[in-house]
C-alpha cells in the first residue's frame, strides 16, 4: 500500500467505514491510474472481489477489499498473471486460519515461480501503454539510442511512433532493450526477425480476441484486454525460457 492510502486506511481494531465504487477508484488511480468502474465490475464479476450492498443495491467496499483490488491490479501489471493463478493465491489466503493476536499477513503478488515483483527507478518494463508520451528528443535522451539508431529502428519496423509522432511507454521499452543489446554488438538490422516474430503472435492473438473486442458488451471488451494481457505473460516467458534451452550447450550445462 503506497503511503498516501496508507495514511487513508484506518487504524487496525477499528470500524472499517465502507466506501462507494468511485471513493475506491479514486484510492487506485493514485498508483493503477488506468483503472475504470468497469475494469472493478470486471474483476467482481470474475469473482476476485466481493463488495457489500447497500440497501438500495449500491456497491460498498473496505479497506480490505481496496488491499485485495490492489493485489490483483499489482499481479496484473507487474508479472501478468492470469486470473485464474490470481484467484487461486487468493483463495489460499482466504482458507488460512484466523490467528487471535495476529495480523493478517500482507497481500504481495508471486508470480507462477514463486519470483515477487519488484520494479527499480526508471523501470518501465510493465507500464501501460498510456504512461508516457514523448518526443523524438525524449525518446533518444530517455533509452540511450543515438537519432541515427532510432532512424534505422524506424525503417525495419522494430520501432513506430503513435500519430502525429509521439512514442509510448512501449516505444520507450523497444528503445532501452535495443540500447542494451547494442552494448554486446548487436546492431538493429540484426533484430528485424524479433518484428517478424512478434507479428506472428500477433496474428495468432488477434485471433482468439477479436471475437471478443468486438462485441459491443463492455464485459466482453474487458475479457478480451485481460485475455491479451495473460497471452503476452505467457509467450515473454515461453520465449524466454526457449532462449535459456538453446543457450545450455553454448554454456556447457
Known amino acids: 500500500m503506497n503511503e498516501r492510502a496508507a495514511a487513508a486506511a484506518p487504524a487496525a481494531g477499528r470500524p472499517q467505514p465502507l466506501m462507494s465504487i468511485g471513493e475506491v477508484l479514486a ?12 475494469k472493478l465490475r470486471f474483476l467482481e464479476a470474475e469473482g476476485l472481489i466481493e463488495p ?4 438500495a443495491g449500491y456497491r460498498k467496499y473496505s479497506w480490505d477489499d481496496v488491499a485485495r483490488l490492489r493485489f490483483v491490479l499489482t499481479a496484473q501489471r507487474d508479472q501478468y498473471l492470469p486470473l485464474r493463478v490470481i484467484r487461486d493465491q487468493l483463495a489460499a489466503m482466504d482458507r488460512e486460519p484466523e490467528v487471535t493476536g495476529r495480523q493478517r ?8 515461480a514463486g519470483e515477487v515483483p519488484g520494479r527499480g527507478p526508471g523501470d518501465v518494463s ?14 533518444v535522451a530517455r533509452s540511450g539510442i543515438d537519432e541515427s539508431t532510432l532512424t534505422e529502428l524506424e525503417r525495419l519496423g522494430v520501432l513506430v511512433s503513435s500519430p502525429p509522432g509521439w512514442y509510448d511507454t512501449d516505444a520507450l521499452i523497444i528503445a532501452q532493450a535495443v540500447a542494451g543489446l547494442a552494448a554486446y554488438g548487436l546492431e538493429p538490422r540484426h533484430l528485424r526477425g524479433y518484428r517478424t516474430a512478434a507479428d506472428r503472435e500477433v496474428g495468432l492473438f488477434a485471433q482468439l480476441v477479436a471475437p471478443l473486442a468486438r462485441q459491443n458488451d463492455p464485459a466482453a ?10 497471452l503476452v505473460g505467457l509467450s515473454q516467458r515461453l520465449h524466454a525460457a526457449l532462449v535459456r534451452v538453446g543457450l545450455r550447450a553454448t554454456l556447457g550445462r
Do not use: K
Open 27 to 38: 484510492h487506485l488511480r493514485v498508483e493503477f491510474p488506468d483503472t475504470t468502474i468497469s
Open 52 to 55: 457489500q450492498r447497500s440497501p
Open 105 to 112: 499477513p500482507t497481500l504481495v503478488a508471486v508470480g507462477p
Open 126 to 139: 510493465s507500464a501501460e501503454p498510456g504512461e508516457v508520451r514523448l518526443g523524438r528528443t525524449d525518446l
Open 221 to 230: 471488451r474487458a475479457r478480451a484486454a485481460e485475455t491479451a494481457r495473460e
